[in-house]
């Protein structure tokens, strides 16, 4: 079983639209959590991070963390064609000591077609 | 501009030959990564570095060997390339080693074919 596991889709969806994007997870270890969006043939960028349960927004993107189910979610209101692109989540532990690598696990990835 | 560049971007070998990906970034940042992006699999990590001459094997290290003389440069050599390498590979650099303190940034891959 993998540490992470997402859906890849293709979720296609009309504009407008309301898109749920969700990931699990089964490591405990995991404490903080991101989104990265990737545009074909692009590299990927962080589009949102958090690390407490609940709701986090920015503009018409929120995460979801709900520890007790290791369940995480990205929403994306009033979607766009230029939000078509492939949503990766990533997940790590939270350490404040200094120092030392801490490895992100990524999910495979979920494909989101916009269409207008 | 500053970022994060990688060359070349396609690349097309034949089995058994060497291959050289390079990775520029102009951050000074001190962590360096090379992942590489397969269908099904997902982001999955190469070796990371942690600064100049200090590198580590990630998930995948077999078949791939990387250097880091200077702190901008982190080439990743495939030393006889097999068509399982046949891949998508990124390059990534970040401040610290650990998520919370800071984003990884990735250059726009290397699109390696293996025949």
């Known amino acids: 079983q993998k540490e992470v596991e997402q859906d890849p889709g293709p979720l296609s969806v009309p504009e407008g639209a309301i898109v749920s994007l969700n990931c699990t997870y089964s490591n405990s270890a995991f404490q903080y959590f991101m989104w990265y969006r990737q545009y074909s043939r692009k590299g990927p960028e962080l589009l949102m991070y958090t690390y407490s349960s609940g709701n986090k927004e920015d503009g018409r993107f929120t995460a979801q963390v709900d520890k007790s189910s290791k369940y995480i979610s990205l929403f994306i209101r009033d979607s766009q064609p230029s939000d078509s692109a492939t949503y990766l989540c990533a997940m790590g532990p939270l350490v404040f000591h200094s120092g030392g690598y801490q490895k992100v696990t990524f999910g495979i990835g979920t494909k989101l077609q916009v269409i207008p | 501009d500053a970022g994060i560049t990688q060359s070349p971007r396609y690349k097309i070998t034949e089995t058994g030959r060497q291959v050289t990906l390079m990775c520029h970034q102009t951050w000074s940042h001190s962590y360096m990564f090379w992942y590489r992006q397969d269908l099904g699999h997902g982001l999955r990590l190469i070796y990371y570095?942690?600064?100049?001459?200090?590198?580590d094997k990630g998930e995948v290290p077999d078949g791939y060997v990387v250097s880091r003389s200077k702190t901008e440069n982190f080439p990743l050599t495939l030393e006889s390339a097999t068509r399982s390498q046949t891949s998508v590979y990124f390059c990534a650099s970040t401040r610290t080693g650990q998520p919370r303190a800071g984003e990884l940034f990735f250059g726009e891959g290397s699109r390696l074919t293996v025949l």
């Open positions: 570095s942690a600064a100049a001459d200090i590198t």
